[in-house]
């Protein structure tokens, strides 16, 4: 539940922000569908069952004006954050490291000075953690950069100490082997073949020796005491190269070591795969893990405005996932920063980019926003350009915009910077700002199973969301045409409207009620 000083200081963000905005952004939150609070006039949290948001500072707000993106600039933009409705930060590495993306760590204990100081993150915290919310920082420790100064010793001798932190080839190696996804994996020379699955720059830790795991522990125990609340783990099934088992057993000991120094920390993991083989991290180790599978589903739903089997998957994997730690959490999201972005992939269908939200955000798990995808910002690979600057203004400003790289997918005369998108009612980021207010105003959005419906129609995806004390109906109109159902059997009960954001019509008939829903439209019904 909301802390006094936070419902209060809510309470006065929507005054100022009516205040900034005028009539019609009063207008917005109060009308039909408004103001999505719950009847104390709060917004729910239950951490970390939280909409969360993947940062890449690079990219944000930049505080100093050298155009790269930094701390204090995140810590200028937490109103916008928690404005939109977000509990939680997922921060990508801001470590010291030589690339412009920072999965290379060259010192665990620091901040990169293009992003700040150890000071300023300790900042970023407070003020965060005043706003309700909560910070989980990107921990890659399946590799260091080659620059770290464990590698650099280990490559110079091998009498350094530091040598068996990593692997290097005996003998035995063939060195023309290739990875999972026919990369190649040995580099370096001579006497120095190391393994680097991701990358040359990216040697990989070894694993198998004892201090390498204690060393990433105390890092680990190092940011906790600063006051992180969790970690996204970076490449979390590659720590032992193709041996799920022995990663699962590495995470439950990560796990049950920071588990010491903070019982709440939150732990997500990145394992990229299908759910019987995700499931076993989440036994006594990962907190949660991202559903890639679900990810593609929501898209395919969105882009074929139709029912892409998302639903029957997401209740399928749930079962199965709680049979094997019922206190498991799916991470649900629609992309990250290692693919193509959303808009794009939708090819600039704003409807569908909002049905994309609408379903996201009313399905179970722990949703992850990725920077930037409440604007539509689009992006395809290469990677750079999936992680261009936020758009925060309408015209070049020398203020907070980051510029380290030139926009390929996002230039300014789109118009769908943050600046043109508040005042807009109908925009993507008002979309997104309500479907997020709906789902922290109603328990059973937030908490609630997931349940299929026997109800079929093209454009439809219906389900159930439900508590042992509340039930209600979501159906979402995925497509252009205007959708007509029969609530008949126990649907026929649910004749009150929790929300709608394109209702027709809502009717009794003999059977039950008939139910006419707009295009691209979203309606919530609740037992009478
Ligand atoms: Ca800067």
Same mark, same amino acid.
């Given at each position: 539940?909301?802390?006094?000083?936070?419902?209060?200081?809510?309470?006065?963000s929507i005054i100022v922000s009516v205040a900034i905005?005028?009539?019609?952004?009063?207008?917005? #939150?109060?009308?039909?569908?408004?103001?999505?609070?719950?009847?104390?006039?709060?917004?729910?949290?239950?951490? *970390?069952?939280?909409?969360?948001?993947?940062?890449?500072?690079?990219?944000?707000?930049?505080?100093?004006?050298?155009?790269?993106?930094?701390?204090?600039?995140?810590?200028?933009?937490?109103?916008?954050?928690?404005?939109?409705?977000?509990?939680?930060?997922?921060?990508?590495?801001?470590?010291?490291?030589?690339?412009?993306?920072?999965?290379?760590?060259?010192?665990?204990?620091?901040?990169?000075?293009?992003?700040?100081?150890?000071?300023?993150?300790?900042?970023?915290?407070?003020?965060?953690?005043?706003?309700?919310?909560?910070?989980?920082?990107?921990?890659?420790?399946?590799?260091?950069?080659?620059?770290?100064? #464990?590698?650099?010793?280990?490559?110079?001798?091998?009498?350094?100490?530091?040598?068996? #932190?990593y692997v290097w080839a005996d003998a035995e190696t063939?060195?023309?082997?290739?990875?999972?996804?026919?990369?190649?994996?040995?580099?370096?020379?001579?006497?120095?073949h190391y393994e680097g699955i991701f990358w040359e720059?990216? $040697?990989? /830790?070894?694993?198998?020796?004892?201090?390498?795991?204690?060393?990433?522990? !105390?890092?680990?125990?190092?940011?906790?005491? !600063?006051?992180?609340?969790?970690?996204?783990?970076?490449?979390?099934?590659?720590?032992?190269?193709?041996?799920?088992?022995?990663? %699962?057993?590495?995470?439950?000991?990560?796990?049950?070591?920071?588990?010491?120094?903070?019982?709440?920390?939150? /732990?997500?993991?990145?394992?990229?795969?299908?759910?019987?083989? %995700?499931?076993?991290?989440?036994?006594?180790?990962?907190?949660?893990?991202?559903?890639?599978?679900?990810?593609?589903?929501?898209?395919?739903? @969105?882009?074929?405005?139709?029912?892409?089997?998302?639903?029957?998957?997401?209740?399928?994997?749930?079962?199965?996932?709680?049979?094997?730690?019922?206190? =498991?959490?799916?991470?649900?999201?629609?992309?990250?920063?290692?693919?193509?972005?959303?808009?794009?992939?939708?090819?600039?269908?704003?409807?569908?980019?909002?049905?994309? @939200?609408?379903?996201?955000?009313?399905? $179970?798990?722990? $949703?992850?926003?990725?920077?930037?995808?409440?604007?539509?910002?689009?992006?395809?690979? *290469?990677?750079?350009?999936?992680?261009?600057?936020?758009?925060?203004?309408?015209? *070049?400003?020398?203020?907070?915009?980051?510029?380290?790289?030139?926009?390929?997918?996002?230039?300014?005369?789109?118009?769908?910077?943050?600046?043109?998108?508040?005042?807009?009612?109908?925009?993507?980021?008002?979309?997104?700002?309500?479907?997020?207010?709906?789902?922290?105003?109603?328990?059973?959005?937030?908490?609630?199973?997931?349940?299929?419906?026997?109800?079929? =129609?093209?454009?439809?995806?219906?389900?159930?969301?439900?508590?042992?004390?509340?039930?209600?109906?979501?159906?979402?109109?995925?497509?252009?045409?205007?959708?007509?159902?029969?609530?008949?059997?126990?649907?026929?009960?649910?004749?009150?409207?929790?929300?709608?954001?394109?209702?027709?019509?809502?009717?009794?008939?003999?059977?039950?009620? %008939?139910?006419?829903?707009?295009?691209?439209?979203?309606?919530?019904?609740?037992?009478?």
């Amino acid at each position: 539940m909301m802390s006094k000083k936070l419902k209060i200081f809510l309470v006065i963000s929507i005054i100022v922000s009516v205040a900034i905005t005028g009539f019609s952004m009063t207008m917005l #939150w109060v009308g039909v569908n408004g103001p999505y609070l719950n009847s104390q006039g709060e917004l729910l949290s239950d951490w *970390p069952n939280a909409v969360i948001y993947e940062v890449f500072v690079r990219s944000f707000y930049d505080s100093d004006g050298d155009g790269i993106g930094d701390l204090n600039g995140l810590t200028e933009k937490l109103d916008y954050l928690q404005d939109l409705g977000i509990e939680g930060l997922w921060l990508m590495p801001i470590n010291p490291s030589p690339s412009y993306h920072k999965y290379d760590v060259t010192d665990y204990y620091d901040i990169d000075p293009e992003y700040g100081t150890l000071e300023d993150f300790n900042r970023l915290l407070t003020e965060a953690h005043n706003r309700g919310i909560k910070i989980l920082m990107d921990l890659v420790v399946n590799h260091t950069s080659s620059q770290h100064p #464990w590698f650099k010793d280990a490559y110079l001798s091998s009498e350094s100490s530091y040598r068996d #932190w990593y692997v290097w080839a005996d003998a035995e190696t063939n060195l023309l082997e290739r990875g999972e996804w026919n990369q190649q994996v040995w580099h370096g020379f001579g006497e120095n073949h190391y393994e680097g699955i991701f990358w040359e720059g990216m $040697p990989d /830790l070894n694993f198998d020796n004892p201090a390498v795991k204690k060393e990433i522990i !105390q890092i680990a125990d190092y940011w906790l005491e !600063q006051g992180v609340d969790g970690f996204r783990l970076d490449a979390a099934k590659h720590i032992y190269s193709r041996d799920d088992q022995a990663n %699962v057993a590495w995470w439950q000991e990560f796990r049950q070591a920071l588990d010491e120094t903070n019982p709440d920390v939150f /732990l997500v993991g990145e394992v990229w795969a299908e759910a019987s083989v %995700v499931a076993p991290y989440l036994q006594e180790g990962l907190n949660s893990a991202f559903d890639f599978d679900l990810s593609s589903k929501i898209l395919a739903s @969105a882009k074929q405005e139709s029912n892409a089997g998302a639903v029957s998957y997401l209740s399928r994997v749930r079962e199965y996932v709680s049979t094997i730690d019922e206190e =498991a959490i799916d991470s649900i999201f629609l992309t990250n920063h290692d693919m193509n972005r959303i808009m794009s992939e939708l090819n600039g269908n704003v409807n569908q980019a909002k049905m994309a @939200a609408s379903l996201l955000l009313t399905l $179970p798990g722990t $949703p992850f926003i990725y920077y930037g995808e409440e604007l539509g910002m689009e992006g395809k690979k *290469p990677d750079e350009q999936i992680r261009e600057p936020m758009l925060w203004y309408n015209a *070049p400003t020398d203020t907070g915009q980051t510029t380290w790289e030139k926009a390929r997918y996002n230039l300014d005369e789109k118009a769908i910077s943050v600046e043109s998108q508040l005042t807009d009612p109908d925009s993507l980021y008002n979309h997104y700002k309500r479907m997020i207010y709906l789902r922290r105003s109603n328990d059973v959005l937030i908490n609630g199973e997931i349940e299929t419906i026997g109800l079929t =129609a093209p454009g439809l995806i219906g389900f159930k969301r439900l508590t042992p004390e509340e039930e209600v109906v979501v159906l979402h109109n995925m497509s252009v045409t205007p959708l007509e159902l029969e609530l008949t059997g126990d649907l026929a009960e649910f004749s009150e409207v929790l929300f709608e954001n394109g209702l027709l019509e809502l009717k009794s008939n003999s059977v039950g009620q %008939v139910i006419s829903i707009n295009p691209y439209s979203t309606v919530i019904l609740m037992p009478e």
